[in-house]
C-alpha cells in the first residue's frame, strides 16, 4: 500500500520519521532524500517513531515481498502468527508503532497487513484506531485488472478534480453463456467479500489462544457460513438456478470454471483461473512446504462423519468428549475449519481448510508451472468463485449431520406461553403491501490509496451493486398475562417454491431461512403490543458507509472505542434482501418472539453496545455471543415429528406471511460520494 497505513485519510499527507539508519530498506538510501521530498510533499503531519530493537523477522520474510500470502497454507499461516505475536507482544503503543513501521518495509505486504489488522483489532491501545476498508488498501483484490493502467492514466493527464469514475460493467467475468454468471452480481459484490475478509479478521483460525479462543467461535463459523450458503441458495433460486450441489468426490471433474481477471498488484501477476472441468491432485509444492493427498481429505471427513454418528470426538489425549446437544456443534466448527483450537487436529486434520488449499492449487498442484492459488485461497477473494459455495455446502452438510441427531425442539421449547402474534406485515414506501423493492445502484470508490502514482489524488472506481427500497416490519403482539414481558424477536426468510414450483418440504425450506433481524423487546400487557422496526436496524448488517468508507467521525467515549473496528464485520446492508425477480418473487417471512427466559446471556443482548450491529453474524468485542439459543434457532433442528410444513411447525408466538420481492432493471445513480473527495 502506498499509504501509511495507520494514519486516517484526513491526514493523508504524513510521513513516519525513522529514526537513525532505518530508513526504507537500505538498497534506497543513495536516493532517500529525493524520495522523503516526493512523499514528503506538503506534509501535515509527522509522525515521530522510537528507536527500539528491533525483533527478528527472518522466518516472516521468508515469504518473498512480491509473492502471493494465503491463510490456508500452514507455512504461511505460521508466518502470520509469528508477526501477529510480535505486534502483540509490544508493550506499549510506541513500541508497536515502531515495529511496525519496520515491518512495513520488509514483510510481504498482503501478510504485513493481515497481521497488523488482526493486531489492531485485539490490541486493547488500538481499540479506536480504524482499519480502511481492504478495498482501498488493495483494491486488485476486488476490482478488474484492467482498471488500474486507465486510474494511471487518469491520474497522470488530468488535476483531481477533473477526473472522472473509471465505469467497471457489472459483466466484467464472464457471459451468461455460463449459467452460474446470473448469480455473479453476489459473489463478486465488494460489500460480502469485505464482510467476509473482515469475519475471518475478527475470528483467526490461527493465532495466539488468547485471540482464536473467543465464545461459540466455532459454532459461528458454522452458522455464518451456513447463512452464506442459505442466502446463495435462495439467490439462485430467483435467478432459475437449482441449490447449489455440494463438492462430494473429489476426483470428480469441477463443472463450474472461474475466470476471475484480477491482478496482483504486488505479485504482477494474474490470479489464476479455473477451466470448467478440472480436476483437484495430490498437492505437493516444496515451495509451500506443503504436501498432502486427497486421500488425506478422504480420511478426515470419515473420521468426522464417524464421530457425528458416535455422538463424541477423540481429544489429543484420547479421551471421549461428548458432542452435546449445545456444546456439539462448537467443537465440530473447530475441529472441521480446522482452528488451532481443534479438540484433535491429528486426527481429524485439516478438513475445511485443505479443501481451499486443494481448489485454489487445482491448476498447478506441484509448482511446476510456478504458479500460486486461486481466489478460493484467499479469504478477501473466496467468495467470487462459484466452488466456494459448493466446498461450503459440503462443510455445512456436516454441521447438519450432527443437527439431525439432536433432540428436536418440542411445542414447549418453540411456545412462548401467553404470546401470541397476531399480525405480521412488509411496508416500503412506494410499494404495495408486503412487498419488497430491489434495483441496481451505482457507487463510486477510491483507488488511490493501494496504487503508487504521481500526481497523486483520488481516483475513482463506479460500480453497479444490488440494492433495495428501506422498509419496514410491523408485528402486532398479544400478551395475555398480568405482567410486561420480554421477548427475542425473530425474522427470517425463505423462497416458498422450490426449483420445480412446487412448495417446499419444510425440512428443505428450514435450511433456506435466511435471517434477517433480530432484537429484544418488552411487551405490555395488553391485546395488542405494535412493534414497528426498520429494515436498515438488522441484527446482521452494517450501513454502507461502514463497509465501504474510512469513517471520519471519531468515536467520542470509551465505551464507543472498545468495539468501535468490530464495525466493520457486517453483511453490507445492500445485500440484505435477495434479488428478488421482475414477475415478483414469492418468498414466505417468519416472525417469532422468544422465550426471553430461554435467549437472556448475561451482560450482553443482540445489538446493544455501540458497533454491535451486526451481532448474529459477528458477535460483540469482548462479550459473550448475545443470544443464548443454538444458533440459528429455531430452524437449527429438524422438525418434530409430525410436521411436514411450515403451516404446522407453527406455535401460537409465530407468524408466517407471504412477501414478494420485485425487481426493477432500473440503475440508480451513485449516492452522494463520501467526504474524503
Ligand atoms: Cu470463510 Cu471457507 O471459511 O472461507
Given at each position: 500500500p502506498s499509504e501509511p497505513f495507520f494514519v486516517p485519510k484526513g491526514d493523508r499527507k504524513a510521513v513516519f520519521d525513522v529514526p537513525n539508519n532505518d530508513f526504507l530498506v537500505e538498497r534506497f538510501r543513495p536516493v532517500a532524500d529525493e524520495l522523503g521530498t516526493r512523499f514528503g510533499e506538503d506534509t501535515q503531519v509527522r509522525v515521530p517513531v522510537r528507536n527500539i530493537s528491533f525483533p527478528d523477522l527472518s522466518f516472516v520474510m521468508e515469504l518473498g515481498r512480491r509473492d502471493n500470502f494465503s491463510l490456508f497454507i500452514p507455512r504461511h499461516r505460521e508466518m502470520g502468527s509469528r508477526l501477529i505475536d510480535i505486534f502483540m507482544g509490544m508493550r506499549t503503543f510506541d513500541d508497536f508503532l515502531a515495529v511496525s513501521v519496520y515491518a512495513r518495509d520488509r514483510v510481504n505486504p498482503y501478510l504485513f497487513v493481515y497481521a497488523l489488522s488482526v493486531a489492531i483489532l485485539h490490541r486493547p491501545d488500538t481499540k479506536g484506531l480504524q482499519l480502511p476498508p481492504l478495498t482501498e488498501i488493495f483494491p486488485e483484490k476486488y476490482?478488474?485488472?484492467?482498471l488500474f493502467e486507465r486510474a494511471r492514466e487518469e491520474s497522470s493527464i488530468l488535476s483531481e478534480g477533473a477526473r472522472v469514475p473509471i465505469e467497471i460493467p457489472?459483466?466484467?467475468?464472464?457471459?451468461?453463456?455460463?449459467?452460474?454468471?446470473?448469480v455473479a452480481y453476489f459473489r463478486e459484490d465488494l460489500g460480502i467479500n469485505l464482510h467476509h475478509w473482515h469475519w475471518h479478521l475478527v475470528y483467526p483460525f490461527s493465532a495466539n489462544r488468547t485471540i482464536v479462543e473467543k465464545d461459540r467461535r466455532g459454532e459461528l463459523f458454522y452458522y455464518m457460513h451456513q447463512q452464506i450458503v442459505a442466502r446463495y441458495n435462495f439467490e439462485r433460486l430467483c435467478n432459475r438456478l437449482g441449490r447449489v450441489k455440494r463438492l462430494l468426490n473429489f476426483r470428480d471433474p469441477i463443472e463450474e470454471g472461474y475466470f476471475p481477471k484480477l491482478d496482483t498488484l504486488v505479485a504482477s501477476r494474474n490470479w489464476a483461473s479455473r477451466h470448467s472441468g478440472a480436476k483437484l491432485s495430490d498437492i505437493s509444492r516444496e515451495v509451500d512446504q506443503l504436501r498432502f493427498d486427497l486421500q488425506d481429505l478422504d480420511r478426515w471427513r470419515d473420521r468426522i462423519i464417524e464421530a457425528i454418528h458416535l455422538g463424541r470426538v477423540i481429544n489429543n489425549r484420547g479421551e471421549n468428549v461428548d458432542l452435546t446437544e449445545t456444546g456439539g456443534i462448537d467443537i465440530l466448527g473447530n475441529m472441521v475449519e480446522a482452528s488451532i483450537i481443534s479438540i484433535n487436529q491429528n486426527l481429524y486434520g485439516d478438513f475445511h481448510n485443505f479443501g481451499h488449499v486443494a481448489i485454489a492449487l487445482a491448476h498447478d498442484p506441484d509448482h511446476r508451472h510456478l504458479e500460486t492459488f486461486s481466489v478460493m485461497g484467499d479469504p478477501a477473494t473466496a467468495m467470487r468463485d462459484p466452488v466456494f459455495y459448493r466446498w461450503h455446502a459440503t462443510i455445512d452438510d456436516l454441521f447438519q449431520m450432527h443437527k439431525r441427531t439432536l433432540p428436536r425442539y418440542t411445542p414447549a421449547q418453540l411456545d412462548y406461553q401467553g404470546i401470541r402474534i397476531s399480525n405480521i406485515e412488509i411496508t416500503t414506501t412506494?410499494?404495495?403491501?408486503?412487498e419488497l423493492r430491489t434495483f441496481w445502484q451505482q457507487n463510486d470508490i477510491d483507488l488511490s490509496r493501494g496504487m503508487d502514482f504521481a500526481p497523486r489524488g483520488s481516483v475513482f472506481a463506479r460500480f453497479t451493486q444490488l440494492a433495495h427500497a428501506p422498509f419496514q416490519y410491523k408485528i402486532t403482539v398479544e400478551n395475555s398475562g398480568n405482567e410486561r414481558r420480554m421477548g427475542t424477536v425473530r425474522i427470517f426468510m425463505a423462497p416458498k417454491f422450490d426449483e420445480r414450483g412446487l412448495p417446499m418440504l419444510f425440512r428443505d425450506q428450514r435450511l433456506l431461512f435466511i435471517e434477517l433481524d433480530k432484537f429484544q423487546v418488552t411487551l405490555n400487557n395488553s391485546r395488542s403490543n405494535t412493534i414497528t422496526r426498520d429494515s436498515s436496524k438488522s441484527s446482521i448488517t452494517i450501513p454502507f458507509e461502514r463497509t465501504f468508507r474510512d469513517l471520519e467521525a471519531r468515536p467520542t467515549n470509551q465505551g464507543e472505542l472498545a468495539a468501535f473496528n468490530y464495525c466493520g464485520c457486517g453483511w453490507p446492508e445492500h445485500m440484505l434482501v435477495p434479488k428478488g425477480s421482475q414477475e415478483g418473487f414469492i418468498a414466505q417471512l417468519f416472525v417469532m418472539v422468544s422465550n426471553i427466559a430461554d435467549d437472556r446471556v448475561d451482560g450482553s443482548a443482540p445489538g446493544q453496545g455501540t458497533c454491535s450491529e451486526s451481532s448474529s453474524f459477528c458477535g460483540i468485542r469482548d462479550k459473550r455471543y448475545p443470544d443464548k439459543r443454538s444458533m440459528g434457532f429455531p430452524f437449527d433442528r429438524m422438525p418434530r415429528t409430525g410436521v411436514e410444513t411450515l403451516q404446522q411447525f407453527l406455535t401460537p408466538n409465530m407468524a408466517v406471511t407471504d412477501v414478494r420481492i420485485v425487481f426493477n432493471n432500473r440503475v440508480q445513480a451513485p449516492r452522494a460520494v463520501s467526504n474524503t473527495i
Open positions: 476490482v478488474d485488472g484492467g457489472l459483466d466484467y467475468t464472464a457471459t451468461d453463456l455460463e449459467e452460474e454468471h446470473r412506494g410499494a404495495g403491501k408486503n
